[in-house]
């Protein structure tokens, strides 16, 4: 494997993309329909939404049952995957990131657990095409399991020391640190009010998208 130059990996809600606002409007209508708890506002199921699709109807409905929620996911993703990129947008200066990388002719990924079937779709609708994609169904195992990232970087043809993975979630850092990787945590993203990011051990914490965007460009020396 290639020991010499460095890619980058994102996650890939709440931290190269915005997904949140067309997530939670399924997620308030369903609440709407089906009569789940109507306290929930769209404030507080975005920073839900890194839990992805279960975590999401679990916040919405949270007397339901695993089967009910089982059921309810069928129905959220059938909906979302209808209204698949309406509002859905790269966060700030990240579009610039990724043009960048792309000019520089240095690989970048997504490792994702949102299934495939949405992450192939919006990465083609906002034109941020990467033939490393590992999305939440690829393997069997997910993050924060470190086999889809070492899968990605298998197929760049690098070592993981030599990769930056950055993520909003806590399961992307351990995911990260356990693949041997430099981790990045995206503090802009789907932070939970009772998350402390600070203790997840990664090696750096960008609050802001163009903070991330220095940060990555520093450290691969572009």
């Known amino acids: 494997m290639n020991s010499n130059s460095k890619v980058v ?8 993309i915005d997904t949140a606002p067309d997530m939670t409007k399924v997620l308030l209508e369903m609440i709407k329909e089906f009569n789940g708890d109507k306290k929930i506002t769209n404030k507080i199921a975005r920073n ?8 999401l109807l679990e916040l919405g409905f949270p007397s339901a049952s695993t089967t009910k929620i089982t059921d309810l996911q069928k129905t959220y993703l059938n909906l979302y995957q209808n209204n698949l990129c309406k509002q859905t947008k790269f966060f700030h200066s990240l579009r610039n990131l990724i043009s960048d990388l792309n000019k520089k002719q240095i690989k970048w990924g997504v490792v ?29 195992s997910r993050k924060p399991k470190p086999l889809p990232l070492i ?15 950055v993520g909003d979630a806590e399961r992307d850092i351990i995911a ?20 402390n990011p600070s203790k997840w051990g990664a090696d750096m914490i960008a609050e802001t998208p163009s903070q991330l965007n220095e940060m990555i460009k520093n450290e691969l020396n572009i």
């Open 151 to 165: 899968l990605a970087c298998k197929m760049m043809n690098i070592e993981p020391v030599n990769a930056i993975y």
């Open 9 to 16: 990996l994102f996650d890939l809600d709440g931290t190269l």
């Open 112 to 140: 994702t657990n949102k299934p495939t079937r949405m992450t192939l779709p919006l990465l083609i609708s906002l034109k941020a095409f990467t033939q490393y994609v590992i999305s939440g169904d690829t393997l069997t």
């Open 176 to 195: 990260g640190i356990s693949a041997g990787m430099k981790t990045i945590v995206a503090g802009y993203g789907y932070i939970k009010h009772d998350d």
């Open 48 to 55: 839900y939404v890194s839990d992805g699709s279960i975590g």
